[in-house]
C-alpha cells in the first residue's frame, strides 16, 4: 500500500533542510507509520537528494512524525537550480512511498 492512503503530510524548509511530516488518518494506523516509515526508508527513498542525516521526531499525541532531512534542497532557496527550491513537493513524493 502507499503512505497516503493512511496518512497525509505537511512540509516545511529552511535553508538546505526540509522538513516532511507524516500524519495519521486514523489513531490506530500510527504504529503501523512508526513501524514502517523509520529514517532509514526515508533517507533511502529520497537517496538522489538527500546527502545529509535523516532524524524523525515522533509526535504521539498528533499520531504524527516529523522527519527533518539535512543538506536536501540543493543549498536552499537562494542557492539551488532545483525547480521546487522550496521543497514543498517533497511531501507529496513521500506520500507515494510503498508502506
Known amino acids: 500500500m502507499k503512505l497516503k492512503e493512511i496518512a497525509h503530510s505537511r512540509t516545511g524548509d529552511k535553508g538546505?533542510?526540509?522538513n516532511i511530516s507524516v500524519i495519521a488518518?486514523?489513531?490506530e494506523?500510527?504504529?503501523?507509520?512508526?513501524?514502517?516509515?523509520t529514517c532509514?526508508?526515508?533517507k533511502e527513498y529520497f537517496g538522489e537528494?538527500?546527502?545529509g542525516t535523516v532524524v524523525r521526531y515522533d509526535i504521539d499525541s498528533l499520531c504524527a512524525m516529523n522527519?527533518?532531512?539535512?543538506k536536501t534542497l540543493g543549498g536552499g532557496v537562494t542557492r539551488s537550480l532545483a525547480l521546487d527550491k522550496h521543497g514543498?513537493?517533497?511531501?507529496?513524493?513521500?506520500?507515494?512511498?510503498?508502506?
Do not use: T
Request: charged fraction near 35%; proline fraction near 3%; include cysteine.
Open 16 to 18: 538546505d533542510i526540509s
Open 67 to 70: 522527519f527533518v532531512l539535512d
Open 88 to 99: 514543498k513537493a517533497l511531501g507529496m513524493a513521500l506520500m507515494e512511498m510503498e508502506i
Open 25 to 27: 488518518y486514523k489513531a
Open 29 to 37: 494506523d500510527y504504529p503501523l507509520l512508526k513501524e514502517k516509515v
Open 40 to 42: 532509514e526508508k526515508v
Open 49 to 51: 537528494i538527500c546527502k
